[in-house]
Every structure is written in structure tokens, then in C-alpha cells.
């Protein structure tokens, strides 16, 4: 059984699985999710946490219903979702990152190449 955090709403640690799942491709266009009771009891929750996670997904157009069928994963989900997360990385992470390195006196130069590198041993580790 998943062990969820204590200072997150569940629906949200829920959804952000759901999203996951889609990003990493455990997930696919078109394919369905499991039903609310199915993720209940799989996860031991209620099944109105489930929903109230599922509807935000369905409001952002991350999955849709088939009525009387079940949700799907949008065409189009992947996509939507790597360029909404990557907008927040830049956002938080990267802004974090330069401002720190700008505190600590790391000029751009350097940044630029520890990223260059850094970026190049990632990939070549794939």
C-alpha cells in the first residue's frame, strides 16, 4: 500500500501520481485509468478523494470521460503536461539556482559550462 506524506492533500499526491505516470509514459494517449473504486481500494482511501483528484485532471485536460466508460488519458496529455512542468522547473528551480549561484559570486561563464557539461555527461549516461 502507497505511504502517503502527511502535510500534502491526498487527491494532490494522488494527481501528481497520475501525472507521473504520464510524463515517464507508464501512461498512455488514449489509455484508460483505473476506476475511482479501483484506485480507492488500491490505495486505501475514499473514493471522493479519488474523484476530486481525477476531476482536476479532467479540468485540465490532463484525461477525459467516456460516459459510462471511464477516464482516458488525452491525446495530447504527455505534451501538455512536460511543457507545463518544465515552465514551473524554470520558474522555481532555475531561478533559485542563479540567484544563489549570482549570491555565491559564480559568474554566468561558469554556470553556463558546469550546466554544458553536466548536461552532456546526463545524456551520454542514457
Known amino acids: 500500500m502507497k505511504k502517503f506524506a502527511e502535510n500534502i492533500p491526498i487527491y494532490l499526491q494522488l494527481k501528481t501520481?497520475?501525472?507521473?505516470?504520464?510524463?515517464?509514459?507508464?501512461?498512455?494517449?488514449?489509455?484508460?485509468?483505473?476506476?475511482?473504486?479501483?484506485?480507492?481500494?488500491k490505495y486505501s482511501i475514499n473514493p471522493l478523494t479519488v474523484s476530486k483528484a481525477v476531476q482536476e485532471l479532467e479540468d485540465e485536460g490532463v484525461i477525459y470521460k467516456k460516459r459510462g466508460i471511464g477516464f482516458y488519458v488525452a491525446p495530447d496529455a504527455q505534451e501538455n503536461l512536460r511543457r507545463r512542468h518544465m515552465q514551473t522547473y524554470l520558474e522555481t528551480e532555475v531561478k533559485s539556482f542563479v540567484r544563489k549561484?549570482?549570491?555565491?559570486?559564480?559568474?554566468?561563464?561558469?554556470?553556463?559550462?558546469?550546466?554544458s557539461r553536466t548536461y552532456e555527461e546526463e545524456k551520454s549516461g542514457e
Open 17 to 41: 501520481e497520475v501525472e507521473e505516470a504520464i510524463l515517464n509514459a507508464s501512461l498512455k494517449a488514449e489509455e484508460a485509468l483505473d476506476s475511482i473504486r479501483a484506485m480507492a481500494a
Open 101 to 115: 549561484a549570482h549570491q555565491l559570486g559564480i559568474g554566468l561563464q561558469d554556470i553556463l559550462e558546469l550546466i
